[in-house]
């Protein structure tokens, strides 16, 4: 049977206790509450459905987001940056509520106050991951509560990115990625003074391979001789091989050996900045040169284009020389072909020609 007593101002504690199942309590903020939650849980005892939800009000979100970060995300091969998107939803209004409390509601919220602030790509993402936090606590941590993210519309996912390189932006980015020390006059360049950036960008064109692939390649799987790359470790899990073009070939041997035997000694981080930085002044250097000539300059020159265009980019240019599909997904590395389809944006001049 069901005792409530009143604890305090708005605080209405409630024991169930039943013969042959654990005694539950809970406190409420108002008797009405407690006594609807006292009848739920003793209906459920009748028809033998009692689910023990002790832990899922013991835990709040935030506790279940700190374990899944410490024991789970270590685990996975993207796990330092989902530590990192579990330690920003930590700091979330919804990470204050018991795991008990959270509903379709409360993160049909949250989901509707996110996108105005950020992308729905984003939105999506921190789903998933709440969803693969909460659906562990259930299956492992003994939290057992229904995962309210699968009752909720999801965002729409945006439109795969289209964005192709134009042969003039191409040759001004390249200009401007070309580290330069010091002009004539004796003062710094202002240009790209990082010797690694052009040699990443340039193999990235060549190769399709992702920003994670290309630094933490290593010279003991780099073979000049047979032309390709090794990749042990993937995004998807499998080792690849990836065949080098004689450009490619020509950055790798134009490099020195560093002391930690990486192909590329530097850091995810460093070659985003400087190319985003290289992108908007090669854009700044177009439209002063416009200017100065005159000419009338192209709208969308070098706006919103992204390190991770390239492998769009090479993808789309290796589908020129490889024509069967099976032999593309090889070398980009994709299982699905479907995906593989996002990364290929053939120029509609492009297939006029291949068809005469």
Not at 112 to 123: G, I, M, Y
Request: glycine share 4%.
């Amino acid at each position: 049977m069901a005792t409530i007593r009143k604890k305090g101002p708005y605080q209405w504690h409630c024991q169930v206790r039943r013969k042959g199942y654990p005694s539950q309590t809970r406190t409420f903020e108002t008797r009405a509450d407690a006594e609807t939650w006292a009848r739920q849980l003793e209906g459920e005892i009748d028809r033998g459905v009692i689910v023990d939800r002790r832990e899922a009000d013991k835990n709040t979100l935030y506790s279940v987001l700190e374990r899944y970060a410490r024991e789970v995300c270590p685990s996975h091969k993207g796990g330092p940056v989902e530590a990192l998107r579990c330690r920003a939803l930590m700091k979330t209004s919804l990470a204050k509520h018991k795991m008990s409390a959270l509903s379709g509601i409360l993160l049909a919220e949250y989901r509707d106050s996110r996108l105005k602030v950020v992308a729905t790509s984003t939105v999506n993402r921190e789903l998933n991951l709440l969803s693969a936090a909460i659906n562990v606590a259930r299956k492992e941590w003994g939290i057992h509560i229904e995962n309210p993210v699968a009752i909720i519309r999801r965002p729409p996912s945006p439109k795969a990115r289209e964005r192709r390189l134009s042969d003039e932006e191409r040759t001004w980015l390249i200009e401007e990625l070309t580290p330069q020390g010091r002009y004539e006059d004796g003062t710094l360049s202002d240009r790209t003074r990082n010797p690694w950036i052009r040699p990443v960008v340039l193999f990235a064109l060549e190769t399709a391979m992702r920003l994670s692939e290309i630094l933490s390649l290593h010279w003991e799987n780099v073979s000049i001789k047979g032309k390709k790359a090794t990749l042990p470790d993937t995004k998807n899990g499998s080792t690849r091989d990836v065949p080098l073009s004689s450009r490619a070939l020509a950055v790798l041997i134009g490099l020195p050996q560093s002391l930690d035997g990486r192909v590329f000694p530097v850091t995810d981080n460093a070659v985003k900045l400087a190319f985003r930085r290289a992108v908007a002044r090669a854009r700044e250097r177009y439209l002063e040169t416009c200017q100065a000539e005159h000419k009338k300059p192209i709208k969308d020159f070098l706006l919103d284009f992204h390190f991770h265009d390239l492998r769009h980019e090479a993808t789309t240019m290796l589908a020129g020389y490889l024509n069967n599909v099976l032999e593309l997904a090889a070398v980009t590395g994709h299982k699905d072909l479907r995906m593989l389809k996002r990364y290929y944006h053939p120029k509609a001049e492009d297939l006029a020609e291949k068809l005469g």
